[in-house]
Each structure stands twice: as structure tokens, then as C-alpha cells.
């Protein structure tokens, strides 16, 4: 009632005042700049500016007692172990007292995206029997200084209140991408982060060991090195977990997660699903599962076939198929280029080639899919080169076949760029060790130059033996748009066999 009341005065001694013969235009515009400010801020909903102000918390995501447990973790057993040995700190507060031992106020999760890192802190809130609320620190990013430090102070509240109402003895915050508001600060210049940042910090030093509830502060990010020091000290987040893409065991186990209520046919094998999807992180081996559902949904199939998951690791690794119709001309182009890669891809590393694809797909207009043989973390010199030889063989066939090369080469040369740059890094070129911050570029330049003019003519050399294989291949891909890989590799055979009977 207090309100309308007040509102109803104004315009009176507004009136009142014109009455006077006073100038009231200053008040009027005063008055709405205000009520714009106040209007703006209650929308953001950090602002507790009384009525009108509600705070707005369906951005941030709570939950007052999560159901995802540890074992619902495909792999990272690492990480799990970790991760269980620092929430120890929260099962066993009452040892952790007698002994006088800081607690632990933050875990800090690094690893990339769609590994799972949501899901530990949610995990870790499960183990414990504690209150969990999550937000992104692009949550806190806002257009008003003060907000996202309000922001915190609420969270830290809310998490007290969450937890007492529930009667749990701990509460996990998580703040999912804290590099957006804890990057590294560089000069005087004052951001808005930086008191979002200064609060989050003087709420974490103000946790003490016998807090009731005890709170525990988890942040993911996936880069690491970008973090402001004054995060990563004693007291802050000092336990560091760091969460790996997974490798093919684990792929195997979040496959088996993922495919638990999904019906499977005889021939699907999650291990050579495993094998086939190298570099993929758990959201995208979730993915690939639900995908080859929908696939089999729309067969019209009783059960998931092993085609519907081949289906789904390209869709997954290429982007969706797309309608877009080359011309005659350029998709021979585009089945020669890809023939390319996938001799080469056969002659360095015999087996490798799982298909060769003329479907426009994502960006790709044709693709080749190499069986990884095995997981592998380090490279040697000849590894990389023979990758590279994949990589350049594309272009080297449009230049065999039509004289010149194309913008669809683009990808490749960054891939071989890539990995050139990487032989020089590691010590492995004639340049022998460098430090590249004062190493010269241009001996650098020219050094990834001279290797891969040396790697383009050895791929050249490779590719011009083999005019037979790539003729009858063309005009199979060019009807069929796939070729298997065991289908191409008798091929390859084949014509092998013939070029040394005709020696
Ligand atoms: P992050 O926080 O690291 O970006 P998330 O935890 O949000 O990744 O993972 C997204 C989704 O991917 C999860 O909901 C889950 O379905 C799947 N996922 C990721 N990693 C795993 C894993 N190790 N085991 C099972 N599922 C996983």
C-alpha cells in the first residue's frame, strides 16, 4: 500500500511545485533517468532495489540434491580418485579439526569441454550429501559494476540457506568456465570482472573449518593458464584436478553408459566403436549414442544397427549431411582429391582407411575416415610426417588430375601446417631445440617450408604409381558415394599385384 501511496504524492507536489511558479523539468527528467536505471536493473535481476527487483535465478541452475553418481563417469578414474580424496575433507570435517588442518575451499576442474566436468561436481555433491548450485561465470559478465559481485554474495547465501532447509551439513558451489571472470588481469585497467573476482575471493577466505554448513567452492575451466594467480593460491582453489579426453577403455565405458537403455543388435561392438572415435569427448560420444537412436527410430528398425552408429560418428565428427548438390565436374574433383588422401592413408599406414565418402557433409564435400590403430599421446618424426603425407595428398591428386589445386585444400594444409610446426617445436627438425619466443620466425617459416616441399614431392613420387586404382575407384565413389575400406584395399591390392607382374 506504502507504494501507491508514495506514487500518488509525487505527481502532487509536482503540481504543486508548477503551482509555485517553480521550474520543475530538471525533477521530471531526473525522475525518469532514475526509473530507466531501476527498470534496466530489475530486468538483469541482480539488483535487490526493493519490490520490483525479483532476483532472477533460473539462469543459474539449482538443484537441491543431485541423482548423478561416480560410476554414472565413463572413464577418468584419475580424476574420480582425486576428486574423492579432496571431498574427504568435507565426509571427515571432525578429523580434519583435531588435527588442525586447513580445509579445503576449492577444487578447480581443467580439462576441455564435454568431459565431464558438470558431471564430477555434481557427482561430488552426491558423495557428500551436499546442497549443489551451479553457474557459469558468463553468468556474472554484466553491463553494471556491482552485479556479478552481488551475484556471489547471493550464491554463498543461497547456498547456506539451501543447505540448512535440507539439513545437510555441506553445500558445492560449482562456477562452470571460471576464466570468464577469472582471467589474468593485466595493468591498472578496472573491470568489472575484477570485483566479481575480489568477491568470489573474499567469500572463499571467509570459509572457516567450522562453518555450518561447510561450503566447498568447484570451478571447471579448460584453460588453465589463463587464471589470475591470485586463484590459484593456498586457501583458493590449490586442488587442481585435471580431466583428460578419454581414451578408448573410457570410450568404451561411457558408450556403455550411454547405450544402457537403448536396444542394440548383435553385430554393434562398443569396442570398435571405441576404436573408431579417437579424440572424442564424453558429450560427444553421448551424442554419437542418441544419434544412432534417432537414426534406427527413423529405419524404422527393431534395434540399433551397427550402420545407424557409423551413421552417427560421422554426423557427430562432420556435422549433419547437407543438401547442397555439387556439379558433375566438382565432385569428380572432390572424389580425386579424397582418393588421394585415402591411398596415401593405406600406403603409410596399411589398414587405416575405415571409408572414403562422397556426401557433402558439414563444410567437407567428401571425407575420409582413418581407423586410429591405437590411442597415441606422444609422435615420433616419422609419424607425423606420414600424417602430414595424408594430409598434402589431397591437393597432390587435384594437381596429378587437373593441373592445379583448389580451395578445398584449405583445411588440410592447416592440419599439415600444423603438425609441421609441431616437428619444429619438439626439437625434431634440423633446427634442432628451440626456444621459439627468440628464435627467428622466418628460419622457422622456412623451415616448415622445407619440410613439406620435401613431404609434396615424396607424395607426389607415392601417388603417380597408382593412375589404375584411382580410375576404378572414381567411377564406384562417383555412383555409390562410399567406398569401404576393405572393398578399397582389395583394390589397392589388386593393382599392386598387377604393376609388379607387368615388371
Ligand atoms: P563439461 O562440464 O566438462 O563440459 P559435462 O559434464 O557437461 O562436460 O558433460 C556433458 C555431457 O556429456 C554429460 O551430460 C554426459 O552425458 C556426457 N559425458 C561427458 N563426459 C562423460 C563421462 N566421462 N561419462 C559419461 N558421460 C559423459
Known amino acids: 500500500m506504502g507504494k501507491e501511496i508514495f506514487y500518488g504524492i509525487i505527481p502532487g507536489i509536482l503540481i504543486f511545485l508548477l503551482f509555485l511558479g517553480v521550474n520543475i523539468a530538471p525533477f521530471v527528467v531526473f525522475g525518469a533517468v532514475l526509473a530507466g536505471i531501476y527498470f534496466l536493473m530489475a530486468r538483469q535481476g541482480g539488483g535487490n532495489m526493493g519490490g520490483l527487483a525479483t532476483r532472477n535465478k533460473s539462469s543459474r541452475h539449482t538443484v537441491p540434491k543431485t541423482n548423478v ?10 580424476a574420480k580418485k582425486e576428486l574423492k580424496e ?10 580434519i579439526e583435531q588435527y588442525g588442518i586447513r580445509p579445503i575451499k576449492g577444487v578447480l576442474l581443467a580439462g576441455p569441454p564435454g568431459t565431464g ?19 557459469s561465470g558468463s553468468q556474472f559478465v554484466e553491463m553494471y559494476v556491482g552485479v556479478g559481485a552481488q551475484r556471489i554474495r547471493e550464491m554463498f547465501k543461497e547456498i547456506r540457506t539451501m543447505a540448512e532447509k535440507n539439513g545437510q551439513s555441506s553445500g558445492i558451489i560449482f562456477i562452470d568456465e571460471i576464466d570468464v571472470i577469472g582471467g589474468k588481469r593485466e595493468g591498472q585497467q578496472q573491470r568489472e ?57 573410457a570410450r568404451q565405458q561411457i ?68 543438401d547442397r548438390e555439387a556439379t558433375g565436374e566438382e565432385k569428380r574433383r572432390v572424389a580425386m582429391h579424397e582418393l588421394g588422401h585415402a591411398i596415401a592413408s593405406e600406403l603409410v599406414r596399411p589398414g587405416s582407411v575405415s571409408q572414403v565418402t562422397l556426401s557433402p557433409r558439414g563444410q567437407a564435400l567428401g571425407y575420409v575416415r582413418q581407423n ?29 588430375y587437373y593441373g ?11 592440419q ?53 586404382v584411382y580410375q576404378t575407384s572414381v567411377s564406384i565413389l562417383l555412383e555409390q558415394e562410399v567406398l569401404h575400406g576393405d572393398f578399397f584395399r582389395d583394390l589397392l591390392k589388386q593393382d599392386t599385384a598387377n604393376a609388379e607382374l607387368a615388371m
Open 404 to 414: 592445379g589445386r583448389s580451395t578445398g585444400s584449405k583445411n588440410d594444409f592447416e
Open 255 to 322: 558408450l556403455t553408459i550411454h547405450t544402457e537403455n537403448k536396444p542394440l543388435a548383435d553385430n554393434v561392438i562398443l569396442e570398435q566403436i571405441a576404436q573408431e572415435t579417437f579424440g572424442f569427448s564424453g558429450a560427444q560420444l553421448e551424442s554419437v549414442a542418441n544419434e544412432a537412436a534417432i537414426y534406427a527410430m527413423r529405419d524404422n528398425a527393431s534395434k540399433i544397427e551397427r550402420k545407424h552408429f557409423s551413421y552417427a560418428v560421422d554426423k557427430v565428427m562432420m556435422g549433419e549431411k547437407v
Open 416 to 468: 599439415a601446417l600444423g603438425m609441421a610446426q609441431e616437428i619444429v617445436q619438439s626439437g625434431m627438425s634440423s633446427l634442432g631445440i628451440v626456444n621459439m619466443k627468440l628464435v627467428d620466425n622466418n628460419r622457422v617459416h622456412e623451415e616448415v617450408n622445407r619440410l613439406l616441399e620435401n613431404l609434396l614431392e615424396q607424395t607426389r613420387e607415392m601417388l603417380k604409381k597408382y593412375d589404375h
Open 193 to 249: 570482472y575484477d570485483q566479481t573476482l575480489n568477491q568470489l575471493l573474499t567469500e572463499m577466505d571467509g570459509i572457516a573449518t567450522n562453518d555450518k554448513p561447510r561450503i566447498l567452492v568447484m570451478a571447471a575451466t579448460n584453460r588453465k593458464d589463463m587464471l589470475d594467480s591470485a586463484l590459484l593460491r593456498p586457501g583458493r582453489f590449490d586442488r587442481h584436478v585435471t580431466v583428460d579426453l578419454p581414451d578408448k577403455a
Open 372 to 400: 586410429p590403430m591405437e590411442d597415441r599421446y606422444l609422435y615420433t618424426r616419422d609419424a607425423l610426417e606420414k600424417q602430414i603425407i595424408v594430409c598434402l595428398a589431397g591437393a597432390v591428386s587435384e594437381e596429378i
Open 86 to 95: 579432496s571431498l574427504d575433507f568435507l565426509i571427515h570435517k571432525d578429523k
Open 69 to 78: 553418481t561416480f560410476a554414472d563417469i565413463g572413464g577418468q578414474e584419475r
Open 117 to 135: 566436468k558438470t558431471l564430477m561436481a555434481k557427482a561430488a555433491a552426491n558423495y557428500t550429501n551436499s546442497a549443489f548450485l551451479a553457474a
